[in-house]
């Protein structure tokens, strides 16, 4: 068989070290390249066409989840594995929803680590226990959720990007009433501030595009 032809991104060179040195003492695995961070991996993929990137996602100049996104739509059949330090669900969310076919924890077992790396290989996914869970909550939640006609209305000219008190002048309202209707919105949509806010109504269906209304 042919060795899982690899690139390896994270912006620690001691970390990468000891990824690429592990990887390298395994069988059937192969390291190409190396990147220090989001814009090298996406670089390295394009060059290398590796059977996968293994991808940190906290990186410099560019992230782990918009390097998945850009990997993915510069080089198609690269896989991407995220394999980082814990991250918020939101993050990791992110880098599937990007593309990603797994996440696995640095502080995994080796064997646990080359099991996943194999799997998405050969074009399955690798998912650590609790992002599975997560991931399968996901499914099993309701339908998109309902936001309130102000809330919505209140979400649309975020979207714009009028600050609160602009939207409050806007809809006759006090800033603290329109603080309280986003906060609503966070908590419905499952976010912690006003751009992934925006995207992620926009995603569900809740909200269209700028200048597109």
Not at 111 to 128: N, T, Y
Request: glycine share 8%; net charge negative.
């Amino acid at each position: 068989m042919n060795p899982v032809r690899l690139v390896v991104a994270d912006d620690h060179p001691i970390v990468r070290a000891g990824i690429v040195g592990l990887l390298e003492a395994a069988d059937g695995v192969e390291v190409v390249a190396q990147a220090g961070d989001g814009a090298e991996a996406v670089a390295a993929a394009v060059e290398h066409r590796p059977d996968l990137v293994l991808l940190d996602l906290q990186m410099p100049r560019m992230d782990g989840v918009e390097a998945t996104r850009r990997i993915l739509e510069a080089a198609p059949g690269v896989r991407v594995l995220v394999l980082t330090t814990y991250e918020s669900d939101e993050s990791i969310l992110g880098a599937i929803e990007a593309g990603a076919s797994g996440y696995l924890l640095k502080a995994a077992p080796e064997e646990e680590i080359l099991a996943g790396i194999r799997s998405v290989a050969a074009g399955g996914v690798a998912l650590a226990p609790r992002m599975a869970a997560l991931l399968v909550s996901r499914v099993q939640a309701p339908s998109a959720p309902t936001l309130s006609p102000r809330e919505a209305e209140v979400l649309e000219l975020v979207a714009e990007g009028l600050s609160n008190p602009a939207i409050a002048r806007r809809l006759f309202l006090s800033d603290a009433t329109v603080k309280t209707h986003l906060l609503h919105v966070f908590e419905k949509l499952e976010v912690s501030d006003r751009t992934r806010a925006v995207t992620r109504a926009m995603e569900l269906g809740l909200l269209r595009a700028p200048g597109s209304r």
